[in-house]
């Protein structure tokens, strides 16, 4: 809170010096200086903000308290703890954006029937045993995947369930690791307000950019955008409800 007050006691000394300087200058350097001045306004909003939320009773959570799992073969048990965290901060509106890396690269997974680590798996060769293996891995994420989404969509006090306002992103940083291509990526995309249980798939050769995914996202949140980063427009044939 101390921090909050000192960043308003700065902010009202900045506008006041501005103020006055701005009395002296000409119209273009005006104009300069009335950008300056919206962008403070927007910072004390952000302070007000913060504020807000310090004030903001915090919810008690009737659970126990999540146990660490040091084992890392142990990739879904991980995995569940660490979507059962997110539910729960989204739930508690503890934070309203989470990202989550998930690793197996290098990891013997406690799965049956599978007998090689993560990464090699992944550069299996067409080999039908080695994607067999590669398959129980990724269909015990996303198993648990499902389950997250089921306590999401099971989530929320009143009105709409958590899920459908909360856009959930599931993919991976290739579109095939046995070549090490970045073309193609499979992604995953639930609630958030979006008309789903559908598979859009797009041009191989020339597919869309994965920023457009992200552009239709922005605008979901209400952004006034067409870019972001290499993307081109929103992501055609994803529409909203």
């Known amino acids: 809170?101390?921090?909050?007050?000192?960043?308003?006691?700065?902010?009202?000394?900045?506008?006041?010096?501005?103020?006055?300087?701005?009395?002296?200058?000409?119209?273009?350097?005006?104009?300069?200086?009335?950008?300056?001045?919206?962008?403070?306004?927007?910072?004390?909003?952000?302070?007000?903000?913060?504020?807000?939320?310090?004030?903001?009773?915090?919810?008690?959570?009737?659970?126990?308290?999540?146990?660490?799992?040091?084992?890392?073969?142990?990739?879904?048990?991980?995995?569940?703890?660490?979507?059962?965290?997110?539910?729960?901060?989204?739930?508690?509106?503890?934070?309203?954006?989470?990202?989550?890396?998930?690793?197996p690269l290098g990891i013997l997974s406690a799965i049956d029937g599978v007998m090689h680590e993560t990464h090699s798996l992944t550069h299996h060769g067409n080999r039908p045993e080695m994607i067999d293996e590669l398959q129980k891995i990724e269909t015990a994420q996303l198993k648990v995947f499902r389950e997250f989404l089921e306590k999401m969509r099971g989530a929320g006090e009143t009105g709409a369930p958590l899920l459908d306002r909360t856009a959930v992103l599931y993919g991976t940083c290739m579109g095939n690791a046995n070549g090490h291509t970045n073309k193609n990526w499979p992604m995953l995309l639930a609630g958030g307000g979006f008309r789903h249980s559908q598979h859009l798939a797009f041009d191989k050769e020339q597919n869309q950019p994965i920023a457009n995914l992200y552009v239709s996202l922005l605008q979901r949140l209400g952004l006034e955008t067409d870019k972001f980063a290499g993307g081109t427009g929103a992501i055609r044939g994803l529409e909203m409800i």
Do not use: C
């Open 1 to 103: 809170m101390n921090d909050l007050k000192s960043g308003r006691s700065l902010l009202d000394s900045v506008r006041a010096r501005a103020g006055r300087f701005g009395k002296t200058i000409g119209v273009a350097d005006r104009a300069r200086l009335d950008q300056y001045l919206t962008s403070i306004r927007e910072l004390e909003q952000q302070l007000h903000a913060a504020e807000a939320w310090e004030h903001k009773p915090k919810p008690v959570v009737k659970i126990p308290e999540p146990q660490d799992i040091t084992e890392t073969s142990q990739l879904p048990a991980k995995l569940r703890a660490m979507l059962d965290i997110i539910r729960l901060a989204l739930e508690t509106d503890s934070t309203r954006v989470v990202t989550l890396f998930v690793e």
